[in-house]
């Protein structure tokens, strides 16, 4: 018999995308027992949906797919644009260098899923010159990624950031700069939650 010639195809992705951002911070000390930091950033980007291939590698500079895996059929792939601005202010007051206390607070909007307020505190105690105390608060975000919004199979364009609040207290003890203690407690919280799940359809 004839055995005919296989060719092994690589499964290749790519991707391409474009960021053009302006940021500013100022940082301002009117007296010596407070400082403050405000800035903003702005934000456009363009992002192209991952392409899968099979056979010769993907050019990445092109939304053309010559052999989409797994039709092997020529396709184009999306693109998709998005805008930010981001605004944030910080604080610190001191107090005779005995407590110092940390505000912040911070403002994203995004094109893709809305807008985020995000607080923290933080209150510092110097109790003397061995011992130290710590209460915080704060929270964070993960926006969610292009292919958790808009894959094909799997893509929810009504997912939130996923959030998580972080409370924490800490004690401290230190000699002479030759042995150090720290007792820390902390609880973490995780507010909407991005994970894969079956799709009922």
Same mark, same amino acid.
């Given at each position: 018999g004839i055995n005919?010639?296989?060719?092994?195809?690589?499964?290749? %992705?790519?991707?391409?995308? %474009? $960021?053009?951002r302006l940021e500013q911070q100022f940082n301002l000390s009117v007296k010596d027992w407070? *400082?403050?930091?405000?800035?903003?950033?702005?934000?456009?980007?363009? *992002?192209?949906?991952?392409g899968i291939s099979l056979g010769p590698q993907q050019d990445?500079? #092109?939304?053309?797919?010559?052999?989409?895996?797994?039709? !092997?059929? !020529?396709s184009i792939q999306p693109m998709y644009f998005s805008n930010s601005v981001g605004l944030y202010l910080h604080d610190?007051?001191?107090?005779?260098?005995?407590l110092k206390l940390t505000g912040g607070l911070r403002y994203d909007y995004d094109s893709d899923y809305g807008n985020v307020l995000i607080p923290r505190l933080a209150l510092v105690s110097t109790l003397s010159d061995?011992?130290? &105390?710590?209460? $915080?608060?704060?929270q964070a975000f993960r926006a969610p990624t292009i292919f958790e919004l808009f894959d094909e199979w799997r893509g929810n364009t009504n997912l939130q950031p996923q959030r998580i609040g972080t409370s924490e207290i800490e004690f401290g003890y230190r000699k002479e700069n030759k042995m150090g203690i720290r &007792?820390? $407690?902390?609880?973490?919280?995780? %507010? #909407?939650?991005?994970?894969? &799940?079956p799709n009922p359809d």
């Open positions: 005919a010639e296989v060719y092994d195809k690589k499964k290749g %992705y790519s991707g391409d995308g %474009y $960021l053009t407070n *400082r403050t930091v405000f800035g903003f950033h702005i934000e456009n980007q363009i *992002r192209q949906y991952f990445a500079s #092109s939304t053309i797919v010559g052999s989409n895996y797994t039709s !092997e059929e !020529e610190e007051v001191n107090w005779k260098d005995k061995k011992f130290h &105390a710590k209460i $915080l608060y704060g &007792a820390n $407690l902390f609880y973490n919280q995780v %507010y #909407s939650m991005i994970i894969e &799940a």
